[in-house]
């Protein structure tokens, strides 16, 4: 038997390979699927089974392509429905892989169909489970993403409640515990770093699997202080539902060169978003006029969901020399499939060309911490609400303006004004100010370092308040 997890950092994401006499199974495939087949084809193995947790919200899974790819067997939970062709497992349905069995609990509560895969080894012994959402480290998925006519999001946490009980807490405290995310994912609240467990570690540690933890307990605590869900959630779930182009179509179309005049006449004829995912630096010394800002070396692809609203929008890249693949593959993990093509040889071709260039202004936190007591100056924290709520400037034009929201919220500033931008350390203050400025906020100043470098500086701070605590 062997299991490998193949988890992806941007995503907070963790896809499982199990493999046992030469057949395999995978969970949570990602968009891109020749790394499973490949991976099956040097073992000497079979992909027979494609088993989905839930209608995922994150990211747009690749268990179709898979089974067209491999013949293997798109495998739901309970009550799952979709548009392509998939087996609906039933409650303690039993598949042989093998010499070892899959069992198929169905877990409802984070959705409806939301199902954990018990793992039974070559001994009939239970050796671990693959809890998708249901179960994280540390945590629990969020009940609010499959809210329905006749559900709150009240109800599907109670589900939630009766499936961990019911279903997983009666499994032996040795058995492992395989999620599908871990830090960084919104599916929850406070999601371990470690991608890997044990389930008697969850039940010491994991608030939501007290043993005297009342329902009502449970349902108020899970539900407390739940961000809205990005917007590309109910997008994403809709493609897993119905169906998406090839990977490999969408690649193909993404991956093409081009000029600079042939970018600048698609990006005008297409009214495409331009897309610069090169670092905070490079993009702030230079950029196309307009474009947008998400670096590949920060949150990308999460960030890229919250923040272009249509998944539609066709795209133009401007990447580093040997990252437009990567690009293109990043961006259809959550669904933006419409990549019109990239600028060949990066931003120095559009340079070369004589065009058009636009930079950041910035201040060094320094300089800023000397100006603000002279002046009141205006200032948008762009990071989000538990991070200004645990430290802030002091000020009485300091205003919390989170990067999540901007779309929504730029009513609240004013295109007459100078506003001076920071996020922790600069990759969000860089989003957000290329944004302002492609929507014509022209007056702004990126304060280099953001809250990490003006911590160093004699700028008034709000006193510090644990974000555990919060």
């Given at each position: 038997?062997?299991?490998?997890?193949?988890?992806?950092?941007?995503?907070?994401?963790g896809?499982?390979?199990?493999?046992?006499h030469?057949?395999?199974?995978?969970i949570?495939p990602?968009?891109e699927?020749?790394?499973?087949?490949?991976?099956?084809?040097?073992?000497?193995?079979?992909?027979?089974?494609?088993?989905?947790?839930?209608?995922?919200?994150?990211?747009?899974?690749?268990?179709?392509d898979?089974?067209?790819?491999t013949?293997a067997?798109?495998?739901?939970?309970?009550t799952a429905?979709?548009?392509?062709?998939?087996?609906i497992?039933?409650?303690?349905?039993?598949?042989?892989?093998?010499?070892?069995?899959?069992?198929?609990?169905?877990t409802?509560?984070?959705?409806?169909?939301?199902?954990?895969?018990?793992?039974?080894?070559?001994?009939?012994?239970?050796?671990?489970?693959f809890?998708?959402?249901?179960?994280?480290?540390g945590?629990?998925?969020?009940?609010?993403?499959?809210?329905?006519?006749?559900?709150?999001?009240?109800?599907?946490?109670?589900?939630?409640?009766?499936?961990?009980?019911?279903?997983?807490?009666?499994l032996?405290?040795?058995?492992?515990?395989?999620?599908?995310h871990?830090?960084?994912?919104?599916?929850?609240?406070?999601?371990?770093?470690?991608?890997?467990?044990?389930?008697?570690?969850q039940k010491?540690?994991?608030?939501?699997?007290?043993?005297d933890?009342?329902?009502?307990?449970?349902?108020?605590e899970?539900?407390?202080?739940?961000?809205?869900?990005p917007?590309?959630?109910?997008?994403?779930?809709?493609?897993?539902?119905?169906?998406?182009?090839a990977?490999?179509?969408?690649?193909?179309r993404?991956?093409?060169?081009?000029?600079?005049?042939?970018?600048?006449?698609?990006?005008?004829?297409?009214?495409?978003?331009?897309?610069?995912?090169?670092?905070e630096?490079e993009?702030?010394?230079g950029?196309?006029?307009n474009?947008?800002?998400?670096?590949?070396?920060?949150?990308?692809?999460?960030?890229?969901?919250?923040l272009?609203?249509?998944?539609?929008q066709?795209?133009?890249?401007?990447?580093?020399?040997?990252?437009?693949?990567?690009?293109v593959?990043r961006?259809?993990?959550v669904?933006?499939?419409?990549?019109?093509?990239?600028?060949?040889g990066g931003?120095d071709t559009?340079?070369?060309?004589?065009?058009?260039?636009e930079?950041?202004?910035?201040?060094s936190?320094?300089?800023?911490?000397?100006?603000?007591?002279?002046?009141d100056?205006?200032?948008?924290?762009?990071?989000?609400?538990g991070?200004?709520?645990?430290?802030h400037l002091?000020?009485e034009?300091v205003?919390?303006?989170?990067?999540?929201y901007?779309?929504?919220?730029?009513n609240a500033?004013?295109?007459?004004?100078?506003?001076?931008?920071?996020?922790a350390?600069?990759?969000?203050?860089?989003?957000?100010?290329?944004?302002?400025?492609?929507?014509?906020?022209n007056n702004?100043?990126?304060?280099?370092?953001?809250?990490?470098?003006?911590?160093?500086t004699n700028?008034?701070?709000?006193?510090?308040?644990c974000?555990?605590?919060?």
């Open positions: 038997m062997k299991i490998e997890q193949i988890y992806t950092g941007c995503l907070a994401q896809a499982y390979y199990i493999e046992s030469g057949e395999v199974a995978i949570d990602l968009r699927t020749q790394q499973y087949v490949d991976k099956a084809t040097l073992e000497k193995a079979k992909i027979k089974y494609i088993f989905e947790t839930h209608f995922h919200a994150d990211f747009v899974s690749g268990h179709i898979l089974a067209k790819k013949g067997k798109i495998v739901f939970g309970p429905k979709t548009d392509y062709d998939a087996y497992a039933k409650d303690n349905e039993v598949f042989k892989l093998g010499n070892i069995s899959i069992k198929a609990l169905h409802p509560g984070h959705t409806l169909e939301s199902t954990t895969y018990l793992l039974i080894d070559e001994n009939g012994k239970n050796h671990a489970i809890s998708g959402d249901t179960l994280f480290l945590d629990v998925g969020r009940p609010d993403l499959a809210i329905k006519s006749d559900l709150t999001k009240e109800d599907l946490a109670a589900m939630l409640y009766d499936s961990l009980r019911n279903k997983i807490m009666p032996a405290n040795d058995v492992i515990v395989y999620p599908a871990g830090a960084g994912s919104a599916c929850g609240k406070n999601l371990s770093k470690d991608t890997v467990g044990t389930l008697g570690d010491k540690t994991n608030y939501a699997l007290r043993a933890m009342t329902k009502e307990e449970f349902v108020k899970v539900l407390d202080g739940i961000p809205p869900p917007q590309y959630f109910a997008k994403n779930a809709m493609m897993n539902k119905s169906g998406y182009d990977f490999e179509t969408v690649l193909k993404g991956n093409t060169p081009l000029s600079a005049n042939e970018f600048e006449l698609i990006a005008n004829h297409e009214n495409a978003l331009v897309l610069d995912v090169r670092t630096q993009f702030g010394k950029h196309i006029p474009s947008i800002f998400i670096g590949l070396n920060g949150g990308f692809a999460p960030w890229v969901g919250a272009i609203t249509d998944l539609k066709p795209i133009l890249i401007v990447a580093p020399n040997g990252k437009e693949t990567e690009t593959t961006l259809s993990r669904g933006y499939d419409n990549t019109l093509g990239y600028l060949e931003f559009w340079l070369t060309s004589g065009k058009d260039i930079t950041l202004d910035s201040i936190a320094e300089a800023f911490s000397k100006q603000f007591k002279k002046e100056l205006n200032v948008l924290d762009v990071r989000k609400d991070e200004y709520k645990s430290i002091k000020g034009h205003q919390h303006f989170a990067l999540d901007i779309n929504t919220h730029m500033i004013d295109k007459s004004k100078t506003y001076y931008i920071h996020c350390g600069g990759y969000r203050s860089t989003i957000a100010t290329s944004i302002l400025k492609a929507r014509g906020f702004l100043i990126d304060i280099s370092g953001g809250m990490q470098a003006l911590k160093n700028v008034p701070l709000t006193d510090y308040v974000p555990t605590t919060l």
